[in-house]
């Protein structure tokens, strides 16, 4: 007869694991050798059955600290027909296997609901106050949820007493599955309510206020605990995310908490300079242009920008970036084509050194 492997071999783990190392070890080693996973596999199934009996004896106390003194000899019988909760192992996680998510207890959690909220661009900086109307499931109110008519009430599921588990022989051990008959609810319905038909819940539609706060940004999500799906069987509710959705603004850009305004100047303005009317979030400021400014410049209004969002301080705010993009005109009249002509007639290459610098470059280059 082969000699058996050492326990804590098996489940590759240390003599002094704890409770919980024992218990990874063991919950990876049966996910990827179930015999669900790997049909007709003979392999994995004994393998299955050794990490099965290894934990089986190692997750009792008494049954390790003697199976620590004196090996399988000390145990040797108690692994014989051992028994593991699955179901304990695995929690949730063990519907990956035989395709069921039922959690046993505490009813089933309503689902999320997800809404798409557009708000202003000055909105999204400053904060606003929003109503909105969202359309969900709730418990039908004929039936306060059970879904069965008036005047009756749902009957105790005969095929698993109750319980919405049944046993289900699986080879060597039993395993816990949601009641075929009830679907997990340990009740059926003999007659249905003629509100929600059977179903329990019914749609209604709901008005929400939902508080964006100051310096919100695109796609961000607002988490409203309690307000989505109503649950089954007393679970709680599931939550509304709110997602943002911020309007172009025909002005201003964003970047973070920084706002961007591109501003068009004509030719004088930038080669004389001038003072311009700039927009910002607060209304318009005066900002000197220098001369001989260049397209494409860029100027810092400081504290002109997007509040930190949820900062302390009140004033706490991005800049705003203002790019001067120099406008050439497209129609001229005479006198002005002939104005232009003299000054060009009157300009040396010292007035335009970037010019002349490329130009020299080409020379160099190709001749």
Do not use: W
Not at 50 to 59: G, K, P, R, V
Not at 103 to 132: H, M, N, P, S, T
Not at 267 to 293: C, I, K
Not at 328 to 340: I, N
């Amino acid at each position: 007869m082969a000699q058996k492997r050492d326990y804590y071999e098996i489940l590759g783990i240390s003599r002094d694991a704890s409770e919980g190392e024992l218990k990874k070890a063991y919950r990876k080693l049966a996910h990827q050798y179930h015999p669900d996973k790997n049909p007709g596999d003979k392999v994995s199934e004994e393998k299955f059955k050794e990490a099965s009996e290894a934990y089986a004896i190692l997750a009792d106390t008494e049954k390790r600290a003697q199976y620590d003194r004196f090996g399988h000899a000390g145990v040797s019988g108690a692994s014989d027909g051992f028994s593991v909760n699955i179901q304990d192992i695995f929690g949730d996680i063990f519907g990956d296997i035989f395709g069921q998510r039922k959690r046993r207890g505490g009813g089933q959690r309503g689902a999320d609901l997800r809404y798409d909220l557009e708000v202003a661009f000055e909105e999204a900086a400053f904060g606003v106050e929003k109503e909105i109307k969202i359309q969900r499931h709730e418990a039908c109110e004929a039936c306060h949820g059970s879904g069965a008519k008036a005047g009756t009430r749902p009957e105790t599921c005969r095929t698993c007493g109750g319980a919405g588990e049944v046993q289900m022989a699986r080879g060597f051990f039993a395993i816990s599955q949601t009641c075929p008959t009830c679907q997990g609810a340990g009740q059926v319905i003999a007659e249905v309510c003629t509100q929600c038909r059977g179903r329990r819940k019914r749609q209604v539609e709901r008005e929400l206020k939902v508080k964006i706060p100051a310096g919100i940004d695109e796609g961000t999500q607002l988490r409203m605990m309690g307000e989505g799906e109503g649950g089954l069987q007393g679970g709680q509710r599931g939550d509304l995310y709110v997602v943002i959705v911020i309007k172009p603004h025909p002005l201003f850009s964003r970047e973070g908490d920084t706002v961007i305004c591109d501003v068009p100047i004509s030719f004088a303005e930038a080669a004389l300079g001038a003072t311009l009317e700039v927009p910002t979030l607060d209304g318009r400021v005066s900002m000197q242009v220098p001369a001989g400014t260049q397209p494409g410049t860029v100027f810092r209004l400081r504290k002109k920008g997007i509040p930190h969002l949820r900062a302390s301080n009140k004033d706490a705010r991005g800049d705003q970036l203002v790019r001067v993009q120099l406008e050439v005109p497209k129609r001229l009249s005479k006198k002005q084509k002939e104005a232009l002509q003299e000054f060009a007639n009157v300009s040396s290459e010292d007035c335009y050194p970037q010019h002349k610098g490329f130009f020299d470059k080409v020379k160099e280059l190709f001749g």
